[in-house]
């Protein structure tokens, strides 16, 4: 099956399914018992289903929360440090390249990157290696907070993460979790913290809270390809 018809008809099917919870709560009100003729839902009842409807349509709709992300959109060159020997040594670089473009009516930012990335061979000298990732960023407007997933060909995990974003909207700080397949372990507690330094250039910092608030294993630099 093609893989673009199939995430469409998955997204139609949970769409398809919640429109008929909605319904099914209010038909479970006005169902009929034997030997009765079907009934219509009552003023009361209409009411309550417009009202519900009309939530769920204001939920859709992109705000003023998603435009605080219009301002990644572009294509970016990255600096990618990584801290093996913890904060304050010298920071392992690799360069990439990343694309932000908006998908799903502007509901969310999708993130492409393509670059090269640092791993320990089996002698423990660190390689270059091919590094490709995705993830998308969007506003929940139900749940009131910044919402965010990334999958990449460093592993099989998709990270998720959920947050917010100062007034200005420039920084936006996320909590998610992170697993270390080295250290054998699952759901090491993670912020991650996009800071705006201008219209050109942010910086994404990685920090585990296991080691401690302030302990920054990776940071990225995006300047706008010019």
């Known amino acids: 099956m093609n893989r673009r018809f199939a995430v469409a008809a998955a997204a139609v099917c949970a769409a398809t399914v919640l429109l008929a919870t909605s319904a ?5 009100e006005t169902k009929p018992k034997a030997g009765q003729q079907p009934q219509m839902p009552d003023p009361e009842q209409m009411k309550m289903m417009m009202e519900g409807m009309k939530k769920w349509t204001e ?14 959109v572009g294509t970016w060159e990255t600096t990618t440090r990584m801290y093996m020997g913890g904060p304050g040594a010298p920071p392992a670089e690799s360069k990439g390249t990343s694309e932000f473009k908006w998908v799903l009516g502007k509901r969310f930012l999708l993130q492409e990157h393509k670059g090269e990335t640092l791993l320990p061979d089996m002698t423990g000298a660190m390689k270059t290696v091919p590094f490709e990732g995705s993830g998308m ?13 990334w999958a990449d060909t460093m592993g099989t ?8 974003a100062d007034p200005e909207g420039k920084v936006f700080t996320y909590y ?31 920090y585990d809270l296991h ?16």
């Open 24 to 28: 099914w709560s209010f038909q479970d």
């Open 59 to 72: 939920s859709m709709k992109p705000g003023k929360h998603h435009a605080m992300l219009d301002r990644f």
């Open 137 to 149: 960023t969007g506003y929940d407007n139900l749940r009131n907070m910044y919402v965010a997933n």
């Open 157 to 164: 995990q998709m990270l998720v993460m959920k947050g917010a």
């Open 176 to 206: 998610g979790e992170m697993d270390e397949p080295m250290l054998n372990v699952v759901g090491r507690y993670v912020k991650y913290v996009t800071r705006v330094v201008s219209e050109d250039k942010f910086v994404f910092e990685i």
């Open 211 to 226: 080691a401690g608030d302030g302990y920054k294993p990776v940071d990225i630099t995006y300047t706008r390809k010019k």
